[in-house]
């Protein structure tokens, strides 16, 4: 059983920046990847990027490559996402997932944090 808590969202102009945290308590951390997911209001929840066991290996979703970054600290059990040169269309609930990576392709787990929420103004 893994607990994901995110904390990091806000509210920000467009070309601003934010950097999201989250948390993980229970079974050992560096035994996950770890993917950030994000939720517009009526639209599905699609993946954002993902990081490998250790952070060797990044992927990301074409609409933010370039602009965000993932990245983990096992010794903390925390995982982050820099995100720079926000969009309105960046906006959103942002989530982070345990799960586990097959090549490049990122696997979730049903271990999801309650979402932090990240709105752009234009």
């Known amino acids: 059983q893994v607990h994901l808590v995110e904390s990091g969202g806000g509210l920000v102009q467009a070309g601003g920046s934010l950097r999201l945290s989250c948390v993980a308590s229970g079974r050992t951390f560096s035994s996950y990847a770890m993917g950030w997911f994000r939720q517009a209001p009526g639209q599905e929840r699609e993946f954002v990027a993902a990081?490998?066991?250790?952070?060797?290996?990044?992927y990301y979703a074409d609409s933010v490559k370039g602009r965000f970054t993932i990245s983990r600290d096992n010794a903390r059990n925390t995982v982050y996402l820099q995100m720079n040169s926000l969009k309105p269309e960046d906006t959103a609930v942002y989530y982070c997932?345990?799960?586990?990576?097959?090549?490049?392709?990122?696997?979730?787990?049903?271990?999801w944090g309650q979402g932090t929420q990240v709105t752009v103004s234009s």
């Open positions: 997932n345990a799960g586990y990576l097959k090549g490049s392709n990122y696997g979730k787990y049903d271990y």
């Open positions: 990081i490998s066991w250790f952070g060797a290996n990044t």
